[in-house]
């Protein structure tokens, strides 16, 4: 059974920082691609950021970009996002996913349809 466990998540002062982490277990973790996405209240959920399964590739929304940093340790079946200078507008609870298809370099990264199993997801509140 593949179980993927967010944390990490809290509540920041506007221009703080936070790590999140995806501890995933049930699955050969270093196969398959990660993705990290939100959902503010009253808001569709949406991708933040990808990363494929050998960790060279990387992949951002906009609105993160330069703000944020996607890592990964096979090692310890482990995901990470590493935010700074967040913003009120990055309240939301934060999601990480596993790519459906194994070994995947190029895929659509920014599509939750990509992705198979999630996590419980981690509240991240930043104050203003």
């Known amino acids: 059974q593949v179980q993927l466990v967010e944390s990490g998540g809290g509540l920041v002062q506007a221009g703080g920082s936070l790590r999140l982490s995806c501890a995933a277990s049930g699955r050969t973790f270093n196969m398959y691609a990660m993705g990290w996405f939100r959902q503010a209240p009253g808001k569709e959920r949406e991708f933040v950021a990808a990363?494929?399964?050998?960790?060279?590739?990387?992949y951002y929304t906009d609105s993160v970009k330069g703000r944020s940093t996607i890592s990964r340790d096979n090692a310890k079946n482990t995901a990470y996002l590493q935010m700074s200078s967040l913003k009120p507008e990055d309240t939301a609870v934060y999601y990480c996913?596993?790519?459906?298809?194994?070994?995947?370099?190029?895929?659509?990264?920014?599509?939750?349809?990509?992705?198979?199993?999630w996590g419980q997801g981690t509240q991240v509140t930043v104050s203003s």
């Open positions: 996913a596993t790519d459906r298809i194994r070994y995947r370099t190029t895929w659509e990264y920014g599509s939750d349809r990509e992705y198979d199993y």
């Open positions: 990363i494929s399964w050998s960790g060279r590739n990387t």
